[in-house]
């Protein structure tokens, strides 16, 4: 089955400062990559996704790139905000219209944003 | 709309004791599923439905049984509950219309196994 391995595992950043996270997937036939954020005690919620058919999707202060030859995606928070601190998932699925709904989940970035 | 509804939130119970996490979307969603999360484990998916009367397994699925006689009812039972059990669990919905799609969750449901 789909492997998402996702780092790091935590990142600290100073308010304003940019922050990347990483994910890598191993099933070369998966086709969607949503990003979820969960706040302390909340349940998850997406923030972006994108598919396989596109390089890269932007909104507002996040962004997420794609490079499937060589199976990563990637999440770009710009001016970071201590509201921004949580923990991300990456995710990966073969989604098609009418199947394969799956995800499989990376094992979280804890983000904290400082003041 | 309520969206995803869980019960109990919160729930201990003793090595051997069994019971039934509650899951219900108004969504009119195909797609629903149970995921556990441990500590630096991430998501993981137990179980998950495409349609009433169609379940599969998902990652972990041992020790957990499911089954979908509705569209919006989706219960996740223990049959005999383990200390490896110990875990939050959220139970997602989802439309299977069109290519991408947000996967909605609940708000969880904290078991503590003794």
């Known amino acids: 089955g789909e492997n998402v391995e996702q780092h790091p595992s935590t990142l600290s950043v100073q308010e304003g400062d940019s922050a990347v996270i990483k994910c890598t997937y191993s099933d070369s036939a998966s086709n969607y990559f949503p990003w979820y954020k969960q706040e302390l005690g909340k349940r998850p919620q997406l923030i972006i996704d994108i598919r396989s058919n596109v390089g890269e999707k932007k909104d507002q202060r996040i962004a997420v790139t794609l490079n499937k030859t060589a199976k990563h995606f990637s999440l770009h928070i710009t001016e970071t905000q201590p509201e921004d601190s949580a923990v991300y998932f990456c995710?990966?699925?073969?989604?098609?219209?009418?199947?394969?709904?799956?995800?499989?989940f990376g094992k979280g970035t804890l983000l904290t944003v400082n003041p | 709309n309520a969206g995803v509804t869980q019960t109990p939130k919160f729930q201990v119970l003793k090595t051997g004791q069994s019971m039934t996490l509650q899951c219900a979307q108004d969504m009119n969603h195909e797609y629903m599923s149970w995921y556990r999360q441990d500590p630096g484990m991430g998501l993981r998916l137990i179980h998950y439905s495409v349609g009433a009367g169609i379940t599969d397994q998902g990652e972990v699925p041992n020790g957990y049984n499911v089954s979908r006689s509705t569209t919006e009812d989706f219960p996740l039972r223990l049959l005999s509950a383990a200390p490896s059990q110990t875990s939050v669990y959220f139970c997602a919905s989802s439309s299977v219309e069109g290519t991408t799609g947000e996967l909605f969750f609940g708000e969880g449901s904290r078991l503590t196994v003794l």
């Open positions: 995710a990966a699925s073969k989604r098609s219209g009418g199947s394969n709904y799956k995800l499989t």
